[in-house]
């Protein structure tokens, strides 16, 4: 039995490595992936990886992408924008403070949006990752209105309990956390044991 597959976005929030290493995860378990990478992504994976094409994303994500599919953001009427579409629910990751304003008003300018509002009206999990500082009032009521819509906010924000020593445990961190919301059975950081 297959599974359905996981919307995974990337905007033009800081946070590339938060994507790729949610990315890598889920093309190594083999998880299905529907990739949605936003102009904006494409430069954020640019500046903060030296990353500037699909194929240079595959070769940094493990290689094997068997079980991911890109759309192009253009695309308003791919799969993910359609809510016949079964999905497992939708990760944008990172999350742009303009991408929460379009969530948050049920704009559906680009492919990336239209997933979104899919996935709220559908019922499904929608993760938001967004990882602004500091944030302003706009930026707070658009993130209370796209909670309200059903939308889970999952700031960047990593812990320091468990003693990181390495930036790659401070991704993992909150990595973990965005599995943990997927549902999704794949351990990577370690947990409060109190």
């Known amino acids: 039995m297959s ?10 929030a800081s946070g590339a490595p938060y ?5 890598d995860l889920l093309a190594r378990e083999r998880v299905p992936v529907w990739l949605i990478v936003s102009s904006h992504g494409w430069r954020l994976l640019k500046e903060e990886s030296g990353i500037g094409s699909v194929a240079a994303l595959k070769r940094a994500t493990g290689g094997d992408w068997r079980a991911v599919t890109v759309f192009d953001d253009d695309d308003r009427g791919a799969k ?39 996935t709220l009206k559908e019922r499904r ?8 500082t500091p944030l302003s009032l706009v930026h707070l009521r658009n993130l209370t209105l796209a909670a309200e819509a059903g939308a889970v906010v999952l700031p960047a924000a990593p812990g320091f309990y468990h003693r990181p020593t390495r930036i790659e445990e401070l991704v993992d961190f909150i990595v ?9 059975d794949i351990d990577i950081a370690k947990r409060w044991n109190g």
């Open 125 to 132: 999990r929608l993760i938001l990752v967004p990882r602004e």
């Open 80 to 118: 993910p924008a359609s809510g016949s579409q079964k999905t497992a629910g939708m990760v944008i990751c990172p999350c742009s403070m303009g991408t929460v304003s379009a969530v948050a008003h049920g704009s559906s300018r680009s492919l990336v949006e239209r997933a979104a509002d899919v």
């Open 3 to 12: 599974r359905n597959p996981i919307v995974l976005a990337m905007t033009g």
């Open 176 to 184: 973990q956390r965005i599995l943990d919301q997927l549902g999704l």
């Open 19 to 23: 994507a790729m290493r949610l990315l």
